[in-house]
């Protein structure tokens, strides 16, 4: 993806604080407010699950596909999409993440989730759910969750979110032979095509942050304007460049 003529600086900026709790976000979301978001979903959740059972091991039509899943679940949290964003990592070793931090600028509480490709390639749609969920939970608890205790789970049974996903390992993702033989399959095909784009290379979690504990953030700088934008900023500018050039 290219910015046309624009000079950008990559650099590592808003070093990541140590947990604490955030102000503005809840674990405990009015039961009035959860059962219209949870009403108000479940059309939209079905003909997401349809579309997944439909697409099998396509990360060209899954990556929407979570991307679809997460922005209603970030809504039917009660959580701003602007400032809780979704990217993405290649590992095996774990499912999701989620970076809680404040923004410099705004000073408001924000939250980046990242998924395993992996994930995307699942064939149980309800595990796409739970992990989506764990994530949101971490997010409406509070960077204190990461010891996924109390207030962890009050913010899994706000989110309904599986039983399976509601500790820190679920062998809902693994334990899964004939799951991981696929991983395989789609690791070898990836190498022999080569370098895709499928995957938005900006959202790579590595690339967002440098580390998961005390990491930093990057962002760009325009030289011309002098305006920080992060990679999601980024992304979201790139796409829309491009969206008007194929106009």
Same mark, same amino acid.
């Given at each position: 993806?290219?910015?046309?003529?624009?000079?950008?600086?990559?650099?590592?900026?808003?070093?990541?604080?140590?947990?604490?709790?955030?102000?503005?976000?809840?674990?405990?979301?009015?039961?009035?407010?959860?059962?219209?978001?949870?009403?108000? $979903?479940?059309?939209?959740?079905?003909?997401?699950?349809?579309?997944?059972?439909? !697409?099998?091991?396509?990360? $060209?039509?899954?990556?929407?596909?979570?991307?679809?899943?997460?922005?209603?679940?970030?809504?039917?949290?009660?959580?701003?999409?602007?400032?809780?964003?979704?990217?993405?990592?290649?590992?095996?070793?774990?499912?999701?993440?989620?970076?809680?931090?404040? *923004? *410099?600028? !705004?000073?408001?509480?924000?939250?980046?989730?990242?998924?395993?490709?992996?994930?995307?390639? *699942?064939?149980?749609?309800?595990?796409?759910?739970?992990?989506?969920?764990?994530?949101?939970?971490?997010?409406?608890?509070?960077? @204190?969750?990461?010891?996924?205790?109390?207030?962890? &789970?009050?913010?899994?049974?706000?989110?309904?979110?599986?039983?399976?996903?509601?500790?820190?390992?679920?062998?809902?993702?693994?334990?899964?032979?004939? !799951?991981? &033989?696929?991983?395989?399959?789609?690791?070898?095909?990836?190498?022999?095509?080569?370098?895709?784009?499928?995957?938005?290379?900006?959202?790579?979690?590595?690339?967002?942050?440098?580390?998961?504990?005390?990491?930093?953030? @990057?962002?760009?700088? *325009?030289?011309? $304007?002098?305006?920080?934008?992060?990679?999601?900023?980024?992304?979201?500018?790139?796409?829309?460049?491009?969206?008007?050039?194929?106009?």
């Amino acid at each position: 993806m290219r910015l046309g003529a624009r000079r950008l600086v990559c650099m590592r900026a808003a070093r990541s604080t140590a947990p604490r709790a955030v102000a503005s976000t809840s674990a405990r979301v009015d039961r009035r407010r959860r059962v219209r978001a949870r009403a108000s $979903s479940t059309d939209d959740a079905v003909d997401i699950e349809r579309e997944w059972r439909a !697409t099998s091991y396509d990360l $060209s039509k899954r990556w929407p596909l979570i991307n679809k899943l997460y922005d209603l679940e970030v809504r039917r949290a009660g959580l701003d999409p602007a400032r809780y964003r979704l990217g993405w990592h290649g590992a095996k070793s774990y499912v999701g993440i989620t970076y809680l931090y404040d *923004d *410099d600028r !705004t000073g408001e509480a924000r939250g980046d989730v990242f998924v395993s490709k992996y994930l995307a390639l *699942d064939p149980e749609f309800a595990n796409a759910v739970g992990c989506v969920r764990h994530e949101l939970a971490h997010a409406l608890a509070g960077p @204190t969750s990461v010891d996924h205790g109390v207030e962890f &789970l009050h913010a899994c049974e706000t989110l309904d979110v599986p039983a399976a996903w509601r500790e820190e390992k679920t062998g809902a993702f693994y334990s899964r032979p004939a !799951t991981q &033989l696929m991983w395989a399959k789609c690791d070898a095909e990836e190498m022999l095509r080569g370098k895709s784009d499928v995957l938005p290379e900006l959202l790579f979690e590595r690339n967002v942050w440098d580390a998961p504990v005390n990491g930093d953030r @990057t962002v760009f700088k *325009d030289d011309e $304007s002098g305006v920080m934008l992060d990679a999601f900023e980024m992304y979201d500018l790139v796409r829309a460049e491009e969206e008007a050039n194929a106009r």
